[in-house]
């Protein structure tokens, strides 16, 4: 009886996580800055590298809706490992094109760019110029840009798996995501453990401990179970470990504690 109204806890907060929490995050951080795209100073954002030869185009976009909105947008050109030209757009806007061009450049997308500040760099001047209405094309969606610009604490469920599969298609992985997908993936079972080990706490006769020493022992509980959680993610970010088994770790301790204090209590 206990666990039953835990599991309904555990499926509402699911639903919550998955459909209401990333829109509700990304309106939220507009209200407090007046506009989405102040939010990019604090994210990492999306670097793309293309050689060329000798010359590098490097390109730098600090944020990324789902409809395909950037936000301030950065590139550099480099040749022979000299920077000959800089270019920062305000924001960009995504401009749909048809299958049959999409399949024509071999699945480029395009954005305007607005508000753009360029700087040319000579063998004996620099240059500076102020336009707006320039194009950006990147070899990758809008959806996954999206992606690729987003905290792993800020996308649903699904959008990690998404962004899981993207980094397999491209050879590589992100354990902070991968992390954040089991954790996520794992909760429910989380807090069923917590529920176990509250259990041995409630139950049993007032007469051994006091109701005020049960409390103080199960938020302490609840806390350990926290910082193992935390220490398990940066043993696993620092070590390369398998994130589904870090994400493990907690649950089971806790499910036994849970199950063997319960049985004590029984006994």
Do not use: C
């Not at 924001?91 to 049959?100: F, R």
């Not at 069923?192 to 005020?212: D, E």
Request: charged fraction near 15%; hydrophobic fraction near 45%.
């Amino acid at each position: 009886w206990a666990m039953l109204p835990a599991v309904i806890f555990v499926a509402i907060s699911l639903g919550v996580n998955q459909f209401v929490l990333p829109t509700a995050n990304q309106y939220a951080t507009a209200i407090r800055a007046d506009t989405i795209y102040d939010k990019l100073i604090t994210i990492d954002g999306y670097w793309s590298v293309n050689h060329d030869g000798d010359s590098q185009d490097v390109v730098y976009i600090s944020y990324a809706d789902n409809e395909g909105g950037l936000g301030e947008v950065k590139r550099y050109q480099l040749k022979d490992g000299q920077l000959i030209a800089a270019l920062k757009a305000k924001s960009g806007v995504y401009l749909p094109q048809s299958d049959d061009v999409m399949n024509a450049q071999k699945a480029r997308y395009t954005w305007q760019l607005s508000g753009i500040d360029e700087i040319g760099i000579g063998t004996s001047q620099v240059q500076q110029a102020h336009s707006e209405g320039k194009i950006l094309t990147l070899p990758i969606a809008p959806t996954d840009v999206y992606l690729l610009t987003k905290e792993p604490e800020d996308l649903s469920l699904s959008s990690l798996y998404a962004h899981r599969q993207l980094m397999a298609h491209q050879g590589t992985r992100s354990l902070r995501h991968e992390l954040a997908f089991w954790q996520k993936l794992l909760s429910p079972f989380a807090v069923l453990s917590l529920v176990l080990v509250a259990s041995s706490f409630v139950f049993g006769s007032l007469r051994s401990q006091g109701l005020g020493l049960r409390v103080v022992l199960a938020l302490l509980t609840g806390l350990l179970f926290s910082y193992l959680t935390d220490l398990t993610g940066f043993v696993a970010l620092a070590t390369g470990l398998s994130p589904l088994l870090m994400a493990l770790v907690p649950i089971v301790l806790s499910a036994m504690a849970g199950m063997y204090l319960l049985n004590r209590k029984s006994s």
